[in-house]
């Protein structure tokens, strides 16, 4: 029987049609309301026959047919179907159990109304109308332009979808905005063509459209709607808009601050379109008409600095401006390369700036940051070295570099002696200062040779020896402007130590002499606290006697005596 592709529906009351005039009339015949099925185009279809409800049992046969006189076929109760020769349905057609009429292949020459016809005691017709229907092609653009000016009605495209039933339905968009026919700015018109073999529609619509200045890079689609599908969108449609200039500007591609020696490109640019393909770039009242939107000042120089300007070719009252500042660093400093200086000597450094902005100057020497320098009074052996002087202001740095040499002459500045440790070695230190570099010589042969970096001027060199006898030692220095001696008396270390044994036995004598002295003068203190102690006690003796058979009570007198008496001898 093949797939089955259909679907049936009863209408509400109000809506099914009265039943067919065209159908045969009998006295008999009853006739129920017109039902519908629908059925997809190209493929099969069933259509019930009293919606299913015929029980074979109960009836003598059924006969389907369409229109008046249209026989299809008749099924006789437990008997097979006899087919009529109709074309049109001789090889498409078969029933069903439940007497369902089933159409293969069905076109739209089968919508139309067919009737079932049951014989029992009565006859009995049920028409049903079937309906077919066929999806829509995807949408398809042709006719298209690709530019629209502004304020002027430009048809942009035709959108058209075929081999529909029903007719399917086209909406234009705008950015996903319903377009609406207005007749002015707006306008849309439909057509509708029938295929005459198939009876499938096409519809096709033409969308005029007055574009604005919104409408760049705007999006425009057409969309297919069918009752029995879902809604197909076009790929989106964009359109060049045109339209006058109205503005230029005048813009600096390159990034600043500008300095002298660079390049500076200016670009012109109008807000028509399409825009224009030649330009007017006015450079120091110089008029310059060049084939594109770009201009490159090269190797500017303060002079560069002003006000560039440029416009239409064919309007040149319309036209844009800009400032270009170009900033300038000028650095004089007095010293460079390389300077020498004798020690001693007074050293200044000026400095000139000339600046298009407020300058920040920075000194150096080697990797120290200098707070300033301007004038030293005195200069010593540290002070040479690499200087640098940094100027810098927006966008412009200068460096300014010299080396200082301070030179003299060598000069010892300390000749010393010690002795090695717990060996019989003695170690000679001679520290001397000059430029260039000078060189120390001993009078002497040593071991153990060393020398120190030669750091601001200075350095220091030691030596090792072995005295046998009493030496002189001289250390010479000497450099290209000059050269010094100084010499130190060196004696053996025995002889070192009979000094150290005499001065230390000189040292105890001196300690034995102090300890003498110190007892002598304890004895005496000694003595001395006894001998008062001795006259102490006489005097207390005598003034303390009484003599027998004087009277216990004396007179006034000698009572104030006594007392007096009494009052001394507490003192003391």
């Avoid at 519908?36 to 046969?61: H, L, M, Q, W």
């Avoid at 029903?166 to 207005?182: E, G, M, R, V, Y």
């Avoid at 029938?194 to 519809?203: C, I, M, Q, Y």
């Avoid at 393909?277 to 190797?299: A, D, H, R």
Wanted: hydrophobic fraction near 35%; charge should be neutral; proline fraction near 4%.
């Amino acid at each position: 029987m093949g797939r089955l592709s259909a679907s049936y529906s009863r209408p509400p009351a109000e809506h099914r049609p009265a039943p067919a005039t065209h159908l045969p009339t009998c006295s008999s015949c009853r006739v129920s309301g017109l039902e519908s099925v629908t059925g997809k185009y190209g493929e099969t279809v069933e259509i019930p026959c009293n919606d299913g409800r015929v029980v074979e049992a109960d009836v003598n046969f059924v006969k389907w047919k369409y229109d008046i006189d249209g026989k299809i076929l008749v099924k006789p109760v437990n008997q097979n179907a006899t087919i009529s020769d109709d074309v049109n349905y001789k090889s498409r057609v078969s029933i069903k159990k439940d007497f369902s009429l089933v159409i293969r292949q069905v076109t739209m020459a089968d919508q139309k109304t067919f009737t079932c016809m049951v014989v029992k005691e009565d006859i009995f017709e049920y028409p049903v109308q079937l309906v077919i229907y066929k999806l829509p092609s995807q949408p398809k653009i042709t006719n298209q332009t690709t530019a629209m000016a502004v304020g002027k009605l430009t048809t942009l495209a035709e959108c058209r979808t075929e081999g529909a039933n029903p007719a399917a339905n086209i909406t234009w968009f705008k950015n996903k905005t319903p377009l609406i026919s207005d007749g002015a700015a707006i306008k849309i018109s439909r057509t509708v063509d029938v295929d005459k073999e198939t009876g499938l529609s096409a519809t096709t619509s033409s969308l005029e459209y007055t574009a604005v200045k919104g409408d760049i890079n705007a999006n425009f689609t057409c969309q297919i709607q069918h009752i029995r599908s879902a809604n197909m969108d076009s790929s989106p449609l964009t359109f060049t808009v045109n339209y006058p200039t109205e503005k230029v500007i005048l813009e600096v591609v390159s990034q600043g601050p500008f300095k002298e020696g660079d390049n500076v490109t200016l670009k012109c640019m109008a807000d028509g379109n399409p825009p224009p393909p030649s330009y007017i770039f006015y450079v120091k009242g110089e008029k310059k008409t060049v084939k594109s939107n770009t201009y490159t000042l090269t190797n500017v120089t303060r002079e560069s600095t002003g006000e560039y300007k440029c416009s239409l070719v064919d309007s040149e009252d319309m036209a844009a401006s800009v400032t270009i500042t170009v900033e300038y660093l000028d650095v004089v400093i007095s010293a460079t390369g390389r300077i020498f200086k004798g020690l001693g000597e007074s050293f200044e450094v000026t400095l000139e700036v000339k600046s298009s902005r407020t300058t920040q100057t920075s000194w150096r020497k080697g990797n120290m940051k200098l707070d300033s320098l301007s004038k030293i009074s005195t200069l010593k052996y540290s002070d040479s070295g690499v200087y640098e002087c940094v100027v810098s202001m927006a966008g412009l740095k200068k460096t300014q570099t010299f080396e200082l040499t301070v030179q003299g002459s060598p000069v010892i500045k300390e000749l010393t002696k010690k002795r090695g440790t717990g060996t019989v070695n003695k170690v000679l230190t001679c520290e001397a200062e000059g430029f260039p570099k000078p060189t120390v010589q001993w009078s002497v042969n040593g071991t153990d040779v060393v020398e120190s970096a030669y750091v601001d001027g200075k350095v220091i060199n030691r030596i090792t020896i072995v005295p046998k006898v009493n030496l002189t030692v001289s250390c010479m220095v000497s450099n290209s402007l000059g050269s010094v001696n100084k010499s130190i008396n060196v004696s053996p270390l025995v002889e070192d130590l009979e000094i150290a044994k005499q001065d230390q036995k000189d040292d105890y004598s001196d300690q034995t002499a102090l300890a003498i002295g110190i007892v002598f003068g304890l004895m005496v203190a000694v003595l001395a606290i006894a001998l008062a102690y001795w006259l102490y006690m006489k005097k207390f003796s005598r003034q303390g006697s009484w003599k027998t058979g004087e009277k216990e009570d004396g007179s006034a007198e000698e009572s104030k005596k006594l007392e007096e008496n009494q009052s001394q001898k507490a003192d003391v």
